[in-house]
């Protein structure tokens, strides 16, 4: 079954405290993108990668990081988490560049809360 | 900057029309979507359309676009209580690299 999938689901952690949130793809898609979902904000992007090796910046990168080594992982890293960092986060691949027609593939969205 | 705009609620009955507007701010746009999200879910693309065009229809829905008002909207007819859940209309500017910019979302309740 194609689909996106993130691990984990829910996560609770202390300020500080390095966590990583896995996405991974079995669609073969070169495009994969993440995003945070707060209420009144709607989705807002955080990273994107149109390639392996290849990341660029979205609208809000700050405190987070990612790496595209093989073409199916594309994991958000939160070296230091702060509070205002709790959201809900969401992964998504496509075939192409997301400039196109090409369909966006959500993951189910990790919740992730930051004490 | 960038920019989409939506607003926050709308509620009609079962079998009437809906309307969710849109309104963005970067003319550089490409393609334009409409996402629905359903609770716990994540989203689900509804449909798309080029900036070039001004109307598509697919099946119960229609996508106006006003390119000159930067305006978008998404038409529902016959709507139906399946279609409660929260949409997102979004942008995908092609400016150096590919940005997504999502709206905050307009969440619909249909009453029975």
């Known amino acids: 079954e194609a689909q996106v999938t993130q691990n984990p689901r829910y996560l609770i952690t202390v300020t500080g405290k390095k966590l990583t949130v896995t996405c991974s793809q079995n669609m073969n898609h070169e495009y994969m993108s993440w995003y945070r979902q707060d209420p009144g904000l709607g989705l807002r992007q955080i990273y994107y990668?149109?390639?392996?090796?290849?990341?660029d910046k979205g609208d809000v990168p700050e405190g987070y990081k990612v790496s595209r080594k093989e073409k199916r992982n594309f994991p958000l890293i939160l070296e230091s988490p702060s509070p205002n960092q709790t959201s809900l986060y969401f992964c998504?691949?496509?075939?192409?560049?997301?400039?196109?027609?090409?369909?966006?593939?959500f993951g189910p969205g990790t919740r992730l809360t930051v004490l | 900057g960038e920019d989409v705009e939506q607003s926050l609620f709308l509620s009609v009955r079962e079998g009437d029309s809906s309307v969710i507007n849109c309104t963005y701010t970067d003319s550089s746009s490409t393609y334009l979507y409409w996402y629905k999200q359903e609770p716990g879910a994540g989203l689900q693309l509804l449909t798309y359309?080029?900036?070039?065009?001004d109307m598509k229809q697919d099946q119960r829905l229609t996508v106006l676009l006003n390119k000159k008002d930067k305006h978008l909207s998404l038409r529902i007819a016959d709507t139906q209580t399946g279609d409660s859940a929260i949409y997102f209309c979004?942008?995908?500017?092609?400016?150096?690299?590919?940005?997504?910019?999502f709206g905050a979302g307009t969440r619909l309740f249909v009453k029975a």
């Open positions: 979004a942008e995908t500017l092609h400016t150096g690299g590919f940005k997504t910019i």
């Open positions: 359309i080029f900036s070039n065009m």
């Open positions: 998504a691949s496509s075939i192409g560049l997301a400039g196109s027609t090409d369909t966006q593939y």
């Open positions: 990668s149109m390639n392996v090796e290849v990341t």
